[in-house]
């Protein structure tokens, strides 16, 4: 099977998550091999993917479990969870 | 009394960045399990309830981001869902995990706030952004350096990924958090979302590719900045 760049750039995705069909991942590879545009695709999102995973990217803002804790302190006083 | 010597248990469905610990007790060094707390908090130990939500805290707080875009109003979001938790722990009947339950009433609360402020003010953009078949392209570049992340220690590049997320529509975005900063697997991001497995695929597609387009062109001009650390 042959693939074309579009073709590609819609089963990136799913050649990231390693869901796709064997005969399909095989054309992708050869495409990518050939084609150092598409190659590019794949890298500069996959290496975008694993920054935004990295708990670095995303941290909670200082103080959050304090305030959390504390506006949870206030009000639980004043109410019980309902029985079962 | 009981005290409370650990800060958590072992009951929240945790990726690699959402940490975990133990809650025991001074008579029983066992951690205690998700059902034994929730029966514990029932009978009155309101204290546990901080350590039964503390590992899942930045999963809500991530699933309540990815709807509002503001850390405030997440942050508001999930004080308020874990309220509405601590209330209604006694209808909790333990048949998901505690956290996937939490995290539901987080999205819930979020998607009420959103409507909220989306009714008070312009119809957004983002409702006329559909799943139909339209093509959706990356950035084509002609070769890519890779960042490694040793370089999220500068906050530009945080920033710069934060904006990224930032600009994408919401159902692109929530599915984005969820499969590829919460690390959901496809079924569980379908199953917090409410909607298909093809519908995660499609939304993880060409959110990938969106942010892939907003994103890869400034790092690239800016890699040699990034890759010298």
Same mark, same amino acid.
């Given at each position: 099977?042959?693939?074309?760049?579009?073709?590609?750039?819609?089963?990136?995705?799913?050649?990231?998550?390693?869901?796709?069909?064997?005969?399909?991942?095989?054309?992708?590879?050869?495409?990518?091999?050939?084609?150092?545009?598409?190659?590019?695709?794949?890298?500069?999102?996959?290496?975008?993917?694993?920054?935004?995973?990295?708990?670095?990217?995303?941290?909670?803002?200082?103080?959050?479990?304090?305030?959390?804790?504390?506006?949870?302190?206030?009000?639980?006083?004043?109410?019980?969870?309902?029985?079962? | 009394?009981?005290?409370?010597?650990?800060?958590?248990?072992?009951?929240?469905?945790?990726?690699?960045?959402?940490?975990?610990?133990?809650?025991?007790?001074?008579?029983?060094?066992?951690?205690?399990?998700?059902?034994?707390?929730?029966?514990?908090?029932?009978?009155?130990?309101?204290?546990?309830?901080?350590?039964?939500?503390?590992?899942?805290?930045?999963?809500?707080?991530?699933?309540?981001?990815?709807?509002?875009?503001?850390?405030?109003?997440?942050?508001?979001?999930?004080?308020?869902?874990?309220?509405?938790?601590?209330?209604?722990?006694?209808? /909790?009947?333990?048949?998901?995990?505690?956290?996937?339950?939490?995290?539901?009433?987080?999205?819930?609360?979020?998607?009420?706030?959103?409507?909220?402020?989306?009714?008070?003010?312009?119809?957004?953009?983002?409702?006329?952004?559909?799943?139909?078949?339209?093509?959706?392209?990356?950035?084509?570049?002609?070769?890519?350096?890779?960042?490694?992340?040793?370089?999220?220690?500068?906050?530009?590049?945080?920033?710069?990924?934060?904006?990224?997320?930032?600009?994408?529509?919401?159902?692109?975005?929530?599915?984005?958090?969820?499969?590829?900063?919460?690390?959901?697997?496809?079924?569980?991001?379908?199953?917090?979302?409410?909607?298909?497995?093809?519908?995660?695929?499609?939304?993880? /597609?060409?959110?990938?590719?969106?942010?892939?387009?907003?994103?890869?062109?400034?790092?690239?001009?800016?890699?040699?900045?990034?890759?010298?650390?």
């Amino acid at each position: 099977m042959v693939l074309d760049c579009k073709h590609v750039w819609r089963e990136i995705s799913n050649y990231i998550d390693g869901v796709l069909d064997p005969s399909v991942r095989a054309s992708m590879e050869e495409h990518l091999a050939h084609c150092r545009h598409c190659a590019a695709v794949l890298d500069s999102t996959h290496n975008i993917l694993y920054l935004i995973a990295d708990e670095r990217t995303f941290t909670l803002p200082a103080g959050f479990s304090e305030r959390l804790h504390a506006r949870l302190e206030s009000e639980l006083e004043k109410s019980e969870p309902a029985s079962r | 009394m009981v005290l409370v010597l650990g800060s958590q248990f072992a009951g929240c469905r945790l990726n690699s960045n959402e940490t975990q610990s133990t809650t025991t007790t001074t008579t029983d060094p066992r951690p205690l399990t998700e059902a034994e707390m929730i029966s514990r908090i029932i009978a009155g130990e309101r204290e546990l309830f901080y350590d039964l939500i503390k590992p899942c805290e930045r999963a809500v707080f991530l699933t309540a981001f990815s709807v509002l875009k503001s850390e405030a109003d997440a942050e508001e979001v999930v004080q308020e869902a874990a309220l509405k938790a601590y209330k209604a722990l006694g209808s /909790f009947r333990g048949e998901a995990k505690f956290s996937t339950w939490l995290v539901k009433i987080t999205l819930n609360e979020a998607r009420m706030r959103l409507r909220r402020s989306r009714a008070e003010s312009e119809v957004s953009l983002e409702e006329f952004v559909d799943d139909g078949d339209s093509d959706y392209t990356p950035a084509v570049l002609t070769d890519w350096r890779e960042i490694p992340s040793e370089a999220l220690e500068r906050k530009e590049l945080r920033a710069l990924l934060r904006r990224g997320l930032d600009e994408l529509p919401e159902k692109y975005r929530e599915v984005l958090i969820s499969r590829d900063v919460r690390e959901l697997n496809i079924e569980e991001t379908a199953q917090l979302l409410g909607i298909s497995i093809g519908m995660v695929k499609t939304r993880l /597609f060409r959110a990938r590719l969106m942010i892939q387009k907003i994103v890869a062109p400034e790092l690239r001009a800016q890699g040699k900045k990034y890759t010298r650390g």
